[in-house]
């Protein structure tokens, strides 16, 4: 599992680079590429059903004119997700049968222009998932080297322990953020540590520029004398309380803008103190810990 700790800090995603959001063209993808590596973010992550099934392969044909080396990029993708949109299926449902595992994973590498991904995810836990099979297509995929790493997405730790008793998970990648702290408590990150399981955090800014309710505004004024503090914005603040935790937490930061990154990338070096961590922690939930 120590494997998985060659990926950058912070995590490009790029959910929105394609259909789904920004629409950038090829060329805007490829500078977009160039600039995540130089502000240090080298590992992107993908997932097939982004764009509808479409982005890694806009990704890919970016990739293919960047002059970027793949040996200094990491890939992460994953599978799982069956949708309408895209595909011809009657319903959105999931699917983790052996060789569908192994078609999606060929189909993504085709897609994005590589011989193999770092890591390869399970996007989200269906009701009808049998380890032992899965089992079989990540052993498969792995002796053909088109997958180095195998981890999972949104899986609660009885549901990873289920699948370790067929294959070693090294990875679980959840939604985790200042508004959204669940994972510190539910035993997703004790899980980690214990087991010593990269951690990723999707959505790492939670609810804190979407929405304006009693609970960012309480934030907002907690972070004010903070900013100040440490020569930082909010977004900074926000992946540096999320850092701090000693399940060495991966954001996966989903902004196309340039500034954005560059600052995200900046977040990394931030050293919060324990109580002004906890004086985050406090105005997100309202009231002083018990």
């Known amino acids: 599992m120590q494997q998985t700790r060659n990926f950058s800090r912070i995590i490009s995603g790029t959910m929105t680079w394609g259909s789904w959001g920004n629409q950038l063209s090829k060329k805007e993808m490829s500078e977009l590429m160039h600039h995540c590596i130089a502000c240090g973010l080298t590992t992107f992550d993908h997932a097939d059903i982004y764009g509808s099934y479409s982005t890694e392969g806009d990704f890919g044909a970016a990739f293919a004119e960047s002059g970027i080396q793949r040996e200094d990029i990491q890939l992460i993708s994953k599978c799982g997700i069956q949708m309408t949109r895209g595909r011809d299926n009657a319903i959105n449902h999931y699917q983790y049968d052996k060789e569908y595992i192994i078609w999606s994973v060929e189909r993504s590498l085709k897609k994005l222009g590589t011989d193999y991904l ?3 995810l399970l996007h989200r836990p269906s009701p009808l998932m049998e380890p032992y099979e899965i089992a079989e297509a990540i052993e498969q995929l792995k002796r053909s080297g088109k997958i180095k790493q195998f981890g999972v997405s949104n899986f609660t730790p009885s549901q990873i322990a289920m ?3 067929a294959i070693p998970v090294s990875a679980n990648q959840v939604e985790f953020s200042l508004t959204h702290d669940a994972p510190m408590y539910d035993g997703t990150f004790d899980d980690c540590i214990y087991n010593n399981r990269m951690a990723m955090a999707w959505s790492p800014l939670g609810t804190f520029f979407r929405e304006k309710d009693t609970r960012t ?3 907002k004024k907690a972070m004010e004398p903070l900013m100040e503090k440490y020569g930082v914005d909010e977004s900074q603040l926000l992946l540096a309380w999320l850092m701090k935790h000693p399940a060495t937490i991966f954001p996966v930061i989903g902004t196309t803008n340039k500034k954005r990154i560059e600052q ?3 977040a990394a070096k931030i050293a919060l103190e324990l109580q002004d961590w906890f004086a985050l922690l406090v ?8």
């Open 118 to 120: 770092d890591l390869l």
């Open 163 to 165: 699948l370790e008793k």
């Open 217 to 219: 505004k309480r934030i």
């Open 264 to 266: 995200s990338a900046k």
């Open 283 to 290: 105005a997100s939930q309202g009231h002083d810990v018990p």
